[in-house]
């Protein structure tokens, strides 16, 4: 088992912008760590760095205490599981997973070991002698799963492996993998677009967009504490709702977020303990800012409630055990990298509303979130 070390990594194609941005980054052995942004953010050039599939530009990769910049694939003692698996289509589920180890000359006893206790680890021992053409997506993924966990890697890559499965199968699949992780206590990096992925299956995770890490850390910490407006959009379903605002400070410390303006502005009262430490001493009066709210953090107001918005029903989903309510509101920003338009609340399913009607929604302020509107770094 290994840990894995990005040292001030660069990656360029030519003379071109780099793709990949003085990278610095420790995965820890033993780590689950998912690698997650939007398409042509670097994610996958970073795991094909590793595997040894992209040359370094720039800067050092260590996988354990090895410097292995130029040390060819076959060498370094990692196992890849690609987003189309991959498999010999002439081949037996048997042979495709022991084909690596017969290639290593590991003993044909061993090698029908290694392979029957990965078929049973990953429930497909009844399927060895199949082809893959007679298997399911499903089927196909775990096999490639069990080529990879036959080998006794010190890092496993995984780019994207569950992109081709429909819904039932990936949460059937990621909850598979996991398991496997916490079975085999190996180093795992996990490259995906999806950020339910990343938030059910990481240890850590590192947001990336055009190549360079926004934010690393714990699933709950990015949710709860995003770094900046990019990390907030893309993290959650459905994503946060954004608001042009300004700031201003009132003499008991406490923030208070205008959005709107003249008879249609609306003031919002954040108390002085959820503004944070020196919030106040960096941040000047009038100062123009984003304010965010999760979907979960809009309710519908009652006639006392304080910190209203008010909102035109747009488009109801009804889920079962709620309600996804998609608003027009004044004020809104929509960020590119936002899953969703516009502002989502999440509503108890017994409640009746209709497109069009109009609504006042009471916001949660403690848990609300504050941007910079020109740097888009976090203030509150």
Known sequence: MADV?????????GSNTPVITDLNLHINDHEFLVLVGPSGCGKTTALRMIAGLEEISEGNLFIGDRLVNDVAPKDRDIAMVFQNYALYPHMSVYENMAFSLQRHHVSKAEIDQRVRRAADMLGIKDYLNRKPRALSGGQRQR????????RD???FLLDEPLSNLDAKLR??????ISRLHQQTQTTFVYVTHD???AMTMGDRIAVLNAGVIQQLGKPQELYERPANLFVAGFIGSPSMGFFNGSLAWSPGGDALITIGSGEAAHTLTLKGAATGQNAEQSTPNGQGVIFGVRPEDLRLASDDAENTLPGVVDVVEHLGNEQLVYLRMEGVVTLENAETKGV????APDVTLRPGEQVSLAVEVAHAHVFDAKTGERIV
């Open 5 to 13: 070390r990005f040292d001030h990594v660069y990656k360029r194609y």
């Open 143 to 150: 096999v490639a799963l069990g080529r990879a966990l036959v």
């Open 153 to 155: 890697p010190k890092v």
């Open 171 to 176: 949460v059937q699949t990621r909850t598979e």
């Open 195 to 197: 950020q339910v992925e």
């Open 344 to 347: 989502t609340a999440r509503i």
